[in-house]
């Protein structure tokens, strides 16, 4: 599963080796959120990421609020975040039931 997952366009087999990914499979844990729940928020720092298992994520604009886009099933966010170890610059909201 977690091979196959996509964060901006690519699958993480292309981001990541066998060793990464394997890594990432050992650290995986299992949340959930209900509809209209905060996953991540603007501005937050955090050093965890999220692939959706299954249910829809709304990400929206930081500046105004606006959806810039909506991710479903074995797509992910916050890897930039944690990566950069930056804070996010958009809000992360379950439309659904999120696992």
Do not use: H, W
């Not at 959706?52 to 975040?81: D, P």
């Amino acid at each position: 599963l977690v091979r196959n997952c996509t964060v901006d366009g690519k699958k993480f087999s292309e981001i990541f080796d066998a060793a990464q990914l394997e890594d990432l499979v050992i650290a995986l844990k299992e949340e959930r959120f209900d509809p209209g729940e905060a996953i991540l928020r603007v501005g937050e720092d955090s050093d965890t990421f999220f692939i959706i298992r299954s249910g829809r994520v709304c990400a929206s604009n930081k500046s105004n609020g606006s959806e810039v886009g909506s991710l479903g099933k074995s797509q992910a966010f916050g890897l930039q975040t944690m990566i950069k170890d930056a804070p996010t610059n958009a809000t992360y909201t379950a439309e659904s039931p999120v696992f």
